[in-house]
């Protein structure tokens, strides 16, 4: 894939900022369109889809930052010279191409499209229906940026695929993919890795732990559930589940306390059997696959543990492997848990909703990995490269 000079990329990022800001108009009424045909039965969905001025504005930033960030291609990661002369460097290099399925967000068609350009790769985006027309003037601004800098239209396409369409795209692609990122629910994540014959990274999928030890700071606590829990239930870093340790003090008062402050913030909880005991009220989780589920929705589970260990246990065997988080005052307690907590982000006494490129300095992001190879956490710019080696001799052979 021939490498285009960072200059030229920024020129491009430079005018697709000037492109949206000056047309919001016209993508405010796509989206609008967007809007009108949704049902509005997904509450999470629809807030994933609106595009305001805000987000405008976010799309901009997002274009901005990434412009602004040191062109992650040819960077030497090693350079070595062995006692036969040859010389060895390693360096960053484009993927090739990428493809991303996501649901809903246009903003994704920004932060995707940004990235993997400023990376050197092309890129498919295969966005959700709902999001068809908000998705095809954002395309229609990225080739006007193009085209104007004497650029093809192909490293940045969409493609327009129903689902059985989608199917025999991923198994039989009219182009070479290298990698493929589905940014969905765990049905679509499960329909692309049945189906793509190339590298999969999975992201998206969240269903996040949250425990509160017996040493845990309360107002702290109930401070961060609700922040973690409410702020954006749409979010994957959103909280659905809370385990609080049985040897908290008063630990009847205060499963009550955090069941009122829930309540009031509108939230609708279900309870293991430990915790029904106390909270009588409240619905009993009767199905086990409940803790392996991700709400997107105003509703968390509230679940009784003994100990720490106990909390590891059951959070490594249902949680997404997304976001993790103990609530406590002991920093060796927290280090325990952080350490053997297997998730892409750990936290001690801190909202989930920080697992976000933005959030942690990163800056706009493909998606968050859940994923160990090639990259875990928020797939930023530095983290859509490859790398290759460089060898450089005089006549060297092999004997």
């Known amino acids: 894939m021939k490498l285009i000079d960072e200059k030229l990329k920024n020129q491009v990022l430079n005018l697709m900022i000037n492109i949206i800001d000056k047309n919001r108009e016209e993508l405010l009424k796509a989206n609008e369109k967007d809007l009108q045909a949704f049902t509005k039965n997904d509450q999470a969905l629809y807030d994933r889809l609106v595009v305001d ?56 068609t920004i932060e995707a499209a940004v990235l993997a350009f400023k990376a050197n790769n092309k890129i498919l985006l295969k966005g959700g229906k709902e999001a068809y027309n908000s998705n095809k003037i954002l395309i229609k601004f990225w080739h006007e940026a ?24 991923l198994k039989n692609p009219d182009e070479p993919i290298d990698l493929i990122v589905p940014r969905g629910g765990e049905r679509l994540i499960q329909f692309v890795k ?45 909280l659905d ?53 991700e709400f997107l929705a105003m509703k968390i589970a509230i679940g009784a543990v003994e100990n720490i260990d106990q909390a590891i246990s059951k959070i490594n065997k249902y949680s997404g492997g997304h976001s993790s988080a103990i609530l406590t005052e002991d920093n060796s307690k927290a280090a325990n848990f952080m350490e053997n907590i297997d998730s892409a982000a750990v936290y001690h006494n801190a909202s989930t909703r920080f697992t976000d490129g933005g959030q942690m300095g990163v800056g706009a992001e493909l998606a968050i990995s859940t994923d160990k190879l090639h990259h875990r956490g928020p797939l930023g710019l530095k983290q859509l490269v490859t790398n290759k080696y460089y060898v450089y001799g005089n006549g060297h052979i092999r004997v």
Not at 146 to 169: H, P, V
């Open 53 to 108: 001025n805000s987000k405008i504005d976010g799309m901009i930033k997002a274009i901005s930052e990434v412009k602004d960030q040191e062109d992650p291609i040819n960077q030497e990661i090693s350079s070595r010279e062995l006692e036969s002369g040859l010389k060895i460097i390693n360096k960053t290099a484009p993927f090739g191409t990428i493809m991303i399925i996501y649901e809903s967000r246009p903003d994704v």
């Open 146 to 169: 193009l085209q104007e800098n004497g650029l093809e239209k192909d490293w940045i396409t969409m493609l327009e695929l129903n689902r059985e369409e989608t199917q025999a795209f």
């Open 194 to 238: 049945e189906n793509a014959n190339c590298a999969v990274l999975v992201s998206g999928r969240g269903n996040n732990f949250l425990y509160i030890a017996e040493d845990a700071d309360w107002k702290k606590s109930l401070e961060v559930i609700i922040n973690a829990k409410t702020d954006k239930i749409s979010g994957c870093n959103a």
């Open 241 to 293: 589940k809370v385990l609080v340790d049985k040897n908290i003090p008063n630990y009847a008062t205060k499963l009550q306390e955090l069941k009122e402050v829930l309540e009031a913030s509108k939230v609708k909880i279900i309870v293991d059997s430990e915790v029904k005991q106390t909270l009588s009220s409240s619905e009993l989780i009767d199905d086990e696959n409940t803790w392996y589920e």
